[in-house]
């Protein structure tokens, strides 16, 4: 072995990280020692491994012969022994801190003494497992995120206790597989489960206090965020169990209530519905085709459009895109007003009975329903309701912007609506981890991007939306102390500065 290289590498666990992570490595061209508990549990992850490259090979990204020689590089046993010529193993067994000490007991004894031994923990102290061992010097995390083959980044975790070098090389081991290493301190929930949690916490809140509903979050997510797939999916596919383990870590370490896990979570935890590992979580797997949502069928309705603000001009777009016919106030079915001067209370008083009016954000005096388009290149309309709504009004509303080919979802009319509800104090959370010296702009834009396939990274996105927006939409204060809103997103604002 020379130094700074690995050539034979151990996986210890090969559930759905593990198997992700022993696949990689043999993917990168080394050879693989994957050990698992019992010959049905070694199954299990030879079932995972056959699967997923088997899918590469369906979608024309491997050959047969491609496969089976990554097949061939790992080498499936029940022997802990069998570890013993390896240069680093990687531990991915269930979080639970007495069994991770167990195995780094086993490794201990089993494994060289130069070779570096490494967890892909994610709630737990890497510290404290590799205080545990007889050589803590040699301990480091590696963190792979969910799907292991898919995602680009790996957090690579170094304690107090290790030695000089062994971050580097494993980082040096991550960059040969493809990977980008993001370089981090053992703190809970490291740079990018810190940042997601809190974001997908809020969700579950969001849902338990009824703002809207599951499948509506995750619309608003995925067609306004631009985020590759919702919270609740998400969550389903981290598995829940875990979500609530990665989120006690941080609330531990934080006390933010915003970590508290959302009561929901524990819930379903508790009720054994852990998400698409168990078939059912937020969602149920295996049923019929999920409800296709608002039918887009039908002629599109007639559409006036009053002013010229940032929803009326969102709106002309569609209505060109979509043919539309243009219509006066009195007669249209959707009634779209917003900028400057517009008097909803008057357009309102024109509109046809049955007529569906849209005002901006916030305003949702009389019958005229608040309406938010987060963003211009997206299809997303956010339709706000009050507890004076009547529901068919939004039910009206709803197939009418699905109609002229918009996303449509409902919440309560209230600041932020959905997305911004959700991005943005995830976009101050960023900040104040770059404020405290936790990690720098391009580990937190990275970690996000490549970790959880965000469009871009938290700080570039800040940027790009704008700090008076954020901090308007965090309720700062000039003249009061607001402990949420990070000091650093206030200075630079003003300041004049953006991040990058
Ligand atoms: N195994 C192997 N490959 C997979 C895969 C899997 N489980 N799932 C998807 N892929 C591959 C597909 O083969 C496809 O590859 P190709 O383009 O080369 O053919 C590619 O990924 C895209 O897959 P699909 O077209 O089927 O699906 P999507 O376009 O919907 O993408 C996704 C799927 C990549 C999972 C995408 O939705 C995504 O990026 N989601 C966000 C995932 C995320 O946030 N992960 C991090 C969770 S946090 C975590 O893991 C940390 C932990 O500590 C909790």
């Known amino acids: 072995m020379s130094e700074g290289s690995f050539s034979k590498v151990g996986v210890v666990g090969l559930g759905t990280m593990g198997a992700g992570i022993a696949e990689v490595l043999a993917r990168g061209g080394l050879a693989v020692v994957g050990v698992e508990i019992n010959q049905e549990a070694l199954e299990r992850g030879r079932g995972h491994l056959e699967k997923s490259t088997g899918r590469a090979v369906k979608r024309g990204r491997l050959t047969e012969d491609g496969q089976r020689e990554i097949l061939d590089r790992i080498r499936l046993t029940t022997a802990f022994g069998d570890l013993a010529d390896c240069d680093l193993v990687v531990e991915a067994v269930p979080e ?257 009975d049955g007529a569906v009016v849209l005002g901006e954000g916030g305003l949702t005096g009389g019958g005229a329903l608040a309406a938010h388009k987060p963003e211009a290149d997206r299809p997303l309309v956010e339709i706000g309701v009050t507890p004076v709504t009547p529901p068919e009004a939004a039910d009206r509303a709803v197939a009418l912007v699905a109609r002229l080919g918009l996303t449509p979802v409902r919440c309560r009319a209230r600041r932020g609506f959905i997305v911004d509800a959700l991005r943005f104090p995830y976009l101050n959370d960023a900040v104040a981890m770059l404020d405290a010296g936790y990690a720098d702009a391009d580990a937190i834009d990275a970690a996000m991007a490549l970790g959880c396939g965000y469009p871009a990274g938290p700080i570039a996105e800040i940027d790009r939306l704008g700090i008076g927006r954020a901090l308007d939409q965090l309720e700062y204060d000039p003249d009061e102390a607001n402990p949420g809103v990070s000091d650093r997103l206030r200075e630079q604002w003003d300041l004049g500065l953006t991040f990058r």
Request: glycine share 10%; proline share 5%.
């Open 96 to 352: 639970r801190l007495d069994l991770k000490h167990k195995v780094f007991a086993e490794l201990d004894k089993v494994v060289r003494d130069d070779a570096i031994l490494a967890t892909n923990t994610s709630s737990l102290s890497v510290t404290a497992i590799a205080a545990a061992t007889g050589r803590p010097a040699k301990v480091v995390g590696v963190h792979f995120f969910n799907p292991a083959p898919v995602m680009k980044l790996v957090e690579v975790i170094g304690t107090v206790l290790t030695e000089d070098g062994a971050v580097d090389r494993v980082a040096a081991l991550v960059r040969g597989l493809g990977k980008t290493p993001v370089v981090i301190g053992d703190r809970a929930g490291f740079v990018a489960n810190r940042l997601l949690f809190g974001y997908l916490n809020d969700a579950a809140s969001m849902l338990e206090t009824r703002h809207a509903t599951r499948d509506d979050i995750d619309t608003a997510m995925t067609a306004g965020g631009g985020l590759p797939m919702g919270p609740f999916t998400l969550m389903d596919l981290i598995g829940l169990d875990t979500c609530l383990e990665v989120l006690e870590a941080i609330y531990a370490e934080t006390r933010d209530r915003r970590h508290a896990p959302a009561p929901v979570l524990r819930e379903l935890v508790t009720a054994g519905l852990l998400g698409r590992k168990t078939g059912r979580g937020f969602y149920s797997y295996g049923d019929a085709a999920a409800d296709a949502g608002p039918a887009q069928d039908g002629p599109p309705p007639s559409v006036a459009i009053v002013g010229d603000g940032e929803l009326s001009r969102a709106f002309a777009a569609a209505v060109n895109a979509a043919g539309a016919p243009a219509a006066k106030v009195e007669e249209a079915d959707l009634v779209v007003a917003s900028g400057e001067d517009i008097d909803l209370a008057a357009v309102e008083g024109r509109a046809k």
